[in-house]
């Protein structure tokens, strides 16, 4: 499972960071996702960091504000949010979700943390 932290209240323009810690998986070797959900909107993808820490953005506004990292020998993955802005507000995921050869679906989700960015 995954533990997630880092989440609050911020004013337009500030900086969270988001943590997610894995536990009872090997966080490295998975791609990590971190998704959001908007009051009254669809969950949607922020970033993805693949094993080998390339990453690779949904959405142009993320580009140049967050930034996904990950400590394998801390089982952490992280998102960085700089220039926060009043759309951001959303409930923050991670997960890691892998389907191997043999048919085996490994599917790990964060709790969810509240990111709120006022004006």
């Known amino acids: 499972q995954f533990v997630e932290s880092g989440g609050g209240s911020v004013q337009n323009g500030g900086s969270l960071r988001l943590s997610c810690a894995a536990s009872?998986?090997?966080?490295?070797?998975?791609?990590i996702i971190w998704l959001r959900q908007a009051p009254g909107k669809e969950r949607e993808g922020v970033v993805c960091?693949?094993?080998?820490?390339?990453?690779?953005y949904y959405g142009d506004s993320m580009k140049g504000r967050f930034t996904a990292s990950r400590d394998n020998a801390k089982n952490t993955v992280y998102l960085q949010m700089n220039s926060l802005k009043p759309e951001d507000t959303a409930v923050y995921y991670c997960?890691?979700?892998?389907?191997?050869?043999?048919?085996?679906?490994?599917?790990?989700w964060g709790q969810g943390t509240q990111v709120t960015v006022s004006s």
């Open positions: 997960n890691a979700e892998k389907t191997l050869s043999s048919g085996t679906k490994y599917d790990y």
């Open positions: 960091i693949g094993q080998d820490n390339d990453t690779r």
């Open positions: 009872g998986f090997a966080l490295e070797s998975f791609a």
